[in-house]
């Protein structure tokens, strides 16, 4: 018989009864009775159920042992009473009779229990991770990651993708978020920085003549956490392809996260459904438009219409006299409420003023008759006409935002997402895919008008050199596109500026010389002088996509070992400081006032 285990803790049926086992796994819940000791046994696999009476020859044993004792028992296979059958546990028709148990690592008095579902504070699960992993719901979540990255890996090579390994010490790029930096010990006063994105490898591997490209690549960035991303580094699907369209681009990455999405639907039993292939195609107006932000929740039934000249020479002056001056009013739905009272709406004003905002006005409507301040003043005539711009119903009231474009655009946006949870109209059971095509290639700032690149500098835009030319900049497109599901971006791609020509003009319209983008992007630059092909890609977040399956709220939940909001880690208790010795080795003297604690 095996040392530890002729068997996993999910392994035993009813055809073993009679059989001698051993089994090893930790102690996940213990029930004395008295004259009977019950212990639910865990391993990666599952649960199995020991049992040892008083005349038991393991009876000792297992009555001093604590919740999360490592031990190895053996014993009898039994079958379980009628009435105790576990309907739950796939082990559930059977039981260990415990004749010898032998303890491999005794635990201590635990920080928090590893049994239940009880919600414990964020230092602790962390500090304690290895714990918090043994927990059931976290475990699943790791094994599903793992699945879905197995997954992910499989169909791109079904789809002719070869997975190639890109560099972790590289050069700090000027562009994007902040750098993690590592000093060199032996080229004193210089640093490598980790990747952001291999995005110029990936192109680089497209200049060397490979075609398909893909890896599971770590991306490092020193920036703040949010729910859906984690602090310091994350993982996404990368990959880059060569002699392609966008077109080509969809239509290679869309049936890899349809399937991997359609495989996982059905994960813990919640039985979602997926959105048809192709996905929905969105320009980047008509999102911020209809939607308020360009990651739209099309769970979400709410649309956004501009209702601005609707308040031309309105009764409503507050709003006549701001588009009068410029600005917009955004419209947003609110479905069947008439029987909400007023305080559903004051509270969503309430809401928006605690967002920063100066407020969301609305209006009732019940039974085709408006009522509020806004309808008062500006007439049931005018609000009808409203109403049937949006196709609104006789009982659904409406609310408004008003401002600068880009600040009535976020605070509409923002309403419809608070609207569609307060109403409960988003469907929890879909996923819902589309690509947000169509970004401006530039931007104006607003407080200096200054043009600068609006969302990739590297992208092709729409027309290349000669709208870059021709064209007012901030007119022109470009091949740049996100794909989003369920109001989660999931990631940014474009097809590449491949010619050097196109790029220095495009920089050249943001303010930057040809020996600035020489200097900065030397590798690339000059790698496309040498001939390089058309080429785009994309590189979907595998942490959210992992928390979207996981039906999870945060993306510390799908990750083995992830920083506090402050980029810490709390278990290994980094970052940390070090000796004087590697200090001087890496040729760095701390700044006045640090001081190593």
């Known amino acids: 018989m095996h040392a530890y285990r002729t068997h996993n803790c999910v392994e035993l049926r009813a055809e073993h009864v009679g059989q001698e086992v051993r089994l090893s796994g930790w102690v996940h819940r213990k029930r004395d009775h008295g004259d009977l000791v019950f212990i639910d046994l865990r391993d990666h696999y599952g649960i199995t159920q020991i049992v040892t009476d008083v005349s038991g020859p393991a009876f000792a044993a297992i009555e001093s042992l604590r919740s999360e004792s490592v031990v190895t028992v053996t014993g009898n296979v039994i079958a379980r009473d009628p009435a105790a059958v576990n309907p739950n546990l796939p082990t559930g028709a059977i039981e260990v009779r415990a004749a010898q148990v032998s303890v491999q690592s005794a635990a201590h008095e635990l920080p928090m229990p ?16 290895y714990l918090d992993l043994r927990r059931e719901r976290l475990h699943k979540n790791i094994l599903l990651r793992s699945n879905v990255i197995a997954s992910l890996r499989r169909r791109m090579i079904g789809q002719g993708f070869t997975e190639f390994q890109t560099p972790i010490l590289t050069a700090s ?17 210089r640093f490598y920085a980790l990747p952001q994105a291999p995005q110029m490898f990936k192109q680089l591997l497209m200049v060397a003549g490979f075609d398909k490209y893909f890896q599971i690549a770590p991306c490092f960035r020193d920036e703040d956490a949010r729910a859906d991303r984690s602090p310091g580094e994350f993982y996404q699907l990368d990959f880059e392809m060569s002699f392609v369209t966008q077109d080509d681009v969809f239509a290679a990455i869309e049936p890899v996260l349809h399937g991997v999405f359609e495989e996982f639907a059905d994960w813990e039993g919640k039985g979602r459904s997926v959105s048809p292939l192709p996905f929905k195609r969105i320009p980047y107006r008509e999102s911020m438009l209809k939607y308020g932000n360009d990651k739209p929740d099309l769970r979400n039934p709410i649309l956004i219409t501009d209702v601005s000249e609707h308040f031309k ?8 006299s701001m588009v009068e001056a410029g600005d917009v009013v955004r419209a947003i739905p609110a479905p069947n409420t008439h029987e909400k009272s007023r305080k559903f709406f004051d509270d969503m004003n309430a809401w928006a003023q605690s967002e920063g905002f100066p407020g969301l006005g609305y209006a009732t409507q019940k039974d085709g008759v408006f009522g509020g301040p806004i309808a008062n003043n500006h007439g049931q005539e005018g609000m009808k006409a409203i109403a049937d711009a949006l196709g609104l119903g006789p009982n659904d009231g409406i609310f408004f935002a ?18 569609g949870e307060q109403l409960e109209l988003i469907d929890s059971a879909r996923f819902e895919f589309c690509w947000i095509v169509d970004f401006p290639m530039f931007e104006a700032d607003e407080d200096t008008g200054k043009i600068d690149f609006s969302h990739n500098p590297f992208s092709m835009p729409q027309g290349e050199l000669e709208a870059l ?16 599901c369920n109001g989660v971006e999931l990631s940014s791609g474009a097809i590449r500026n491949h010619r050097p020509e196109i790029m220095y003009k495009a920089f050249e319209i943001a303010g930057y010389t040809q020996h600035e983008v020489d200097t900065n992007f030397a590798g690339m630059i000059n790698a496309f002088k040498f001939g390089a092909p058309p080429h785009g890609g994309s590189a979907p977040g595998v942490d959210r996509i992992v928390m979207l399956l996981a ?12 920083m506090t909001q402050k980029a810490e880690d709390l278990m290994m208790q980094a970052p940390s400081f070090v000796n004087d010795k590697q200090l001087k080795e890496l040729h760095i003297r701390l700044a006045p006032g640090v001081t190593p604690q």
């Open 313 to 320: 020479g309105s009764g409503f002056s507050r709003f006549a």
């Open 114 to 129: 590893v049994f239940g579902d009880a919600e414990y504070p964020e230092e602790i699960r962390l500090r304690y991770r």
């Open 173 to 189: 790029s000027p562009e994007g978020a902040r750098d993690y930096l590592v000093p060199s010990r032996v080229h004193p006063g």
């Open 402 to 419: 008003a401002g600068k474009e880009a600040q009535a655009a976020k605070l509409a946006g923002l309403a419809r997402t608070r609207a």
């Open 469 to 484: 030319e021709s064209k007012n900049p901030l007119d022109i497109l470009a091949y740049q596109y996100d794909i989003v």
């Open 551 to 562: 039906d999870e709220p945060n993306i510390r939940e799908v990750i083995t070992f992830p």
